[in-house]
């Protein structure tokens, strides 16, 4: 049983590397020399979290608790540390910087049973409860354990360890090489749990891994779609028939229907079943087995007219979910099937999986208003005429554009390839597509927005290095609203110094951690000699945006599913 001291030092060796690739061989000698069930919670330590996103276990720990849990723990003043903490910035530090103790008692596994205990104290009194047993954590651990922990547990570890950077390394432990590391991402994309796959790998060899199928209760991370500025580039790109469906302007749900249990996932993988009462009670009535569907959820009005994304975001909410799902209604646009009693069908191609997927809904779709077939119709690739029918059509029944899907593509969890396209447009603009991007800097305002930020300095991100290169800055497309919330939004990730995953040249009176995304658009894309992104191939500076504005918060997103450096180079070179 591995010492938690020895995962604090690789803590402490990734903080030092900001190259990945010295940080994939930090990672793989760690987890060489630990067992399959420490992989699991180095994993998940790592990642910040206790259990995979679906599972809903958070720490709930908040700054006081923890400043409260050390004065327990340590037998010190409270002043005296929330001094330290004020001069410092980092309870990890003064943790640190207080801690005496010698003695090295802590396993890895010790600290997670202990965590987990802690999320799942929950209701009255948990607080108490919660506090107490940091604090007993905290008296056991070594001034370096403490650090780690600490910041563990108040999601600042700040390493700049990726998911991928995590899968690589896994990789070169069972390959010797990056050979595995396809079989070990397609496993992750169909598990959503990098501690599951980490364990599974390391127990029983990369083999177990092949041909995952989806399990009813885990949710698929979903497949995505590349873009394209004008209908005839669709041929060069598909040869096949292509579906050619409504884009509706919802949020994209994953919809499992088990023997008992429905469950309902969002794109990050949220449990979001509560926030969808009405749809859980008709999803009941379809007649199978087990299933796991996918579609849009949209919002309509009282005449059925779809409205926009906007409107549907007002039923996120904790209270009142009732109440808001009559004043909301909804309905679900059902576009893909890629589980049918108790097989899995991601390796049928779409034509197979639509044709079941109306089977199963046909005899319900009479009576039921609230799940519906998105809408399409399977034409040639190359027909461009009728793809621009039909796009205009969508737009006019309130969608954004138009998905076109290759006929034959299997469902590739979580991949981003040319089987689906997207086609959208906004006629007013110059610039076809919005851009989702995460903000890594603020700049203080002036004048009427003395107390907030004036601009936001926003990334693009780049999946193979993992870092995210700054953009442009926005100003622009802001209520007084949304300005006046911008504080709250952001401060909680203000660092000191820029984070390691930034490459970024400007000045910014705040930097922040790359976390939060949001939507904006822009006039044109241009070379800026201040910019960073594909500096290092454009040379004479980086892509960046024109004239930006908000569009709005993305926080379905989480800041790896951001728009790519890559994504803006296709669209630079048509432009
Ligand atoms: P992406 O999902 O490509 O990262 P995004 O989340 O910003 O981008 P869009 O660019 O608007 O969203 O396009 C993809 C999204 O469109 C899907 O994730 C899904 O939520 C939505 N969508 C709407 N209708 C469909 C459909 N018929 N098929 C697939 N996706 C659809």
Same mark, same amino acid.
């Given at each position: 049983m591995r010492k938690f001291k020895e995962l604090a030092e690789l803590f402490q060796e990734l903080e030092k590397t900001s190259s990945n690739l010295k940080m994939i061989d930090i990672l793989a000698d760690f987890l060489k020399k630990i067992s399959p069930e420490e992989g699991k919670i180095t994993a998940y330590l790592l990642q910040g979290?206790?259990?995979? $996103? %679906?599972? =809903?276990? *958070?720490? =709930?720990?908040a700054e006081k608790l923890v400043i409260r849990s050390l004065a327990l723990g340590l037998k010190e003043d409270i002043n005296k540390i929330e001094k330290l903490y004020k001069e410092t910035g980092d309870l990890g530090l003064v943790a640190e910087k207080l801690i005496k103790n010698t003695k090295e008692e802590l396993t890895i596994k010790e600290v997670f049973e202990e965590l987990k205990k802690i999320a799942l104290?929950? =209701? /009255?009194?948990s607080q108490e409860r919660k506090l107490q047993l940091l604090a007993i954590l905290i008296k056991k651990s070594l001034p370096i354990e403490a650090k780690y922990l600490i910041r563990s547990v108040l999601g600042t570890?700040?390493?700049?360890?990726s998911d991928m950077t995590f899968l690589y390394a896994l990789s070169k432990v069972l390959t010797?090489? /990056?050979?595995?590391k396809k079989i070990l991402e397609h496993a992750f994309n169909v598990l959503s749990d990098l501690g599951q796959v980490a364990y599974i790998a390391l127990s029983s060899g990369i083999d177990k891994l092949k041909n995952l199928d989806p399990q009813v209760g885990i949710p698929v991370r979903m497949m995505l779609a590349q873009r394209v &500025? *004008?209908?005839?580039e669709i041929k060069e790109n598909i040869k096949n028939d292509v579906f050619v469906e409504v884009k509706y302007d919802g949020e994209r749900v994953q919809a499992h229907l088990g023997d008992k249990e429905i469950f309902l996932y969002s794109?990050?993988? *949220?449990?979001?079943?509560?926030?969808f009462p009405d749809l859980v009670s008709e999803l009941?009535?379809?007649?199978? &087995?087990n299933a796991i569907l996918e579609g849009e959820v949209v919002a309509i009005d009282k005449n059925g007219n779809l409205q926009p994304f906007q409107i549907l975001?007002?039923?996120?909410?904790?209270? $009142?979910i009732i109440e808001y799902s009559q004043k909301i209604p909804i309905v679900y646009f059902v576009f893909d099937l890629i589980y049918l009693n108790g097989k @899995?069908?991601?390796? *049928?191609?779409l034509d197979k999986r639509k044709e079941k997927l109306e089977e199963i809904l046909s005899n319900k779709l009479k009576e039921s208003e609230k799940i519906k077939l998105a809408k399409y119709e399977k034409v040639k690739s190359n027909d461009e005429d009728r793809i621009e029918k039909l796009f205009i059509e969508a737009i006019k029944i309130g969608g954004e554009g138009v998905m076109i899907k $290759? @006929? &034959? @593509?299997? %469902?590739?969890?979580?991949v981003r390839a040319w089987r689906w396209i997207k086609f959208k447009k906004?006629?007013?603009?110059?610039?076809v597509d919005t851009f989702d991007v995460v903000v890594i800097g603020g700049i203080y305002g002036t004048g009427k927005r003395a107390k907030t930020y004036g601009s936001l300095l926003v990334a693009l991100y780049d999946p193979k290095k993992n870092k995210y290169y700054s953009f442009t800055k926005v100003g622009a497309g802001f209520t007084d609203e949304d300005l006046e919330n911008l504080p709250k939004i952001l401060? !909680? %990730? &203000?660092?000191?110094? !820029?984070?390691?995953?930034v490459e970024a040249e400007i000045d910014v009176d705040v930097w922040f951690e790359p976390k939060v995304v949001m939507e904006i658009k822009g006039a044109d894309l241009t070379i800026s000699p201040v910019h960073t992104v594909l500096k290092d191939k454009i040379k004479k500076g980086g892509i960046a945006l024109r004239f930006p504005r908000f569009i709005r918060w993305?926080?379905?997103?989480?800041?790896?599913?951001?728009?790519t450096i890559d994504e803006v180079y296709e669209i630079y070179k048509r432009q």
């Open positions: 979290k206790i259990a995979p $996103d %679906y599972q =809903g276990l *958070e720490l =709930g720990l104290s929950q =209701g /009255k009194g570890l700040r390493l700049g360890a010797g090489s /990056k050979e595995g &500025k *004008e209908i005839k794109r990050r993988h *949220e449990n979001i079943t509560h926030q009941r009535k379809i007649n199978v &087995k975001m007002q039923r996120r909410r904790k209270y $009142d @899995s069908l991601i390796q *049928e191609p $290759d @006929s &034959k @593509s299997i %469902y590739e969890a979580g906004d006629y007013k603009d110059e610039l401060d !909680k %990730y &203000k660092i000191k110094e !820029k984070s390691k995953l993305r926080d379905d997103k989480d800041p790896t599913q951001a728009t």
